[in-house]
């Protein structure tokens, strides 16, 4: 059954996260940066629509969740519609607001490092295993319950540490939503 609530909160989540993330890199803010803004807005979401949804806000987190049996499939196109829709409305919002300044800079928000070009295929590997890492913590903390009132805390930081490690490399993604919002426009 279709639940609006889960909808809009999984479109408002991941467009936060897609348009703060997305616009910290724009201005060559620093890897930092762009780790915090990921990270951070993750775990505030995680804290103002984890009652609702869950704060999946990554397609990839729904799909691990819907391997582990947490949700079921049918839950998971709802998610995934709802995440996909939020990450191409907030990259229009963006470009919108970035091309009145400079048209050209919001092709910065692109997820790409300096292997994804040259090595695709060990980007895919490293986005595969940082990927891993993030929805592990999530079944992890979240999902279990072992993570208490910190588990939003858990996925953020893992979130920003896996966009330290991986950013240059492959633009640490991490999230199809992430990648797709953007390359759309």
Same mark, same amino acid.
């Given at each position: ?58 397609? +990839? @987190?729904?799909?691990?969740? &819907? *391997? $582990?049996?947490? #949700?079921?499939?049918?839950? =998971?196109?709802?998610?995934?519609? /709802? !995440?996909?829709?939020? +990450? @191409?409305?907030?990259?229009? &919002? *963006? $470009?919108?607001? #970035?091309?009145?300044?400079? =048209?050209?800079?919001?092709?910065? /928000? !692109? ?75």
């Amino acid at each position: 059954m279709f639940n609006y609530k889960v909808f809009v909160a999984e479109l408002i989540g991941t467009f936060a996260l897609v348009f703060v993330g997305a616009a910290a890199g724009l201005y060559n803010s620093g890897l930092l940066a762009i780790a915090l803004a990921h990270g951070l807005t993750w775990a505030v979401f995680a804290y103002a629509f984890g009652h609702i949804s869950g704060t999946h806000i990554n397609p +990839a @987190v729904t799909f691990g969740l &819907a *391997l $582990n049996g947490t #949700v079921k499939w049918i839950e =998971a196109l709802v998610y995934w519609v /709802a !995440q996909f829709a939020g +990450a @191409v409305l907030a990259a229009f &919002a *963006l $470009n919108a607001v #970035v091309s009145l300044v400079n =048209a050209e800079a919001f092709s910065a /928000a !692109q997820t790409t490092g300096v292997l994804t070009e040259q090595f695709p295929y060990y980007a895919l590997a490293i986005e595969a295993l940082l990927t891993f890492f993030l929805v592990n913590t999530v079944l992890h903390t979240a999902v279990s319950g072992k993570g208490g009132p910190l588990a939003g805390w858990a996925m953020g930081t893992t979130l920003a540490i896996a966009i330290l490690a991986g950013g240059p490399l492959t633009g640490a993604s991490l999230n199809p939503a992430r990648t797709f919002g953007p390359a759309v426009v």
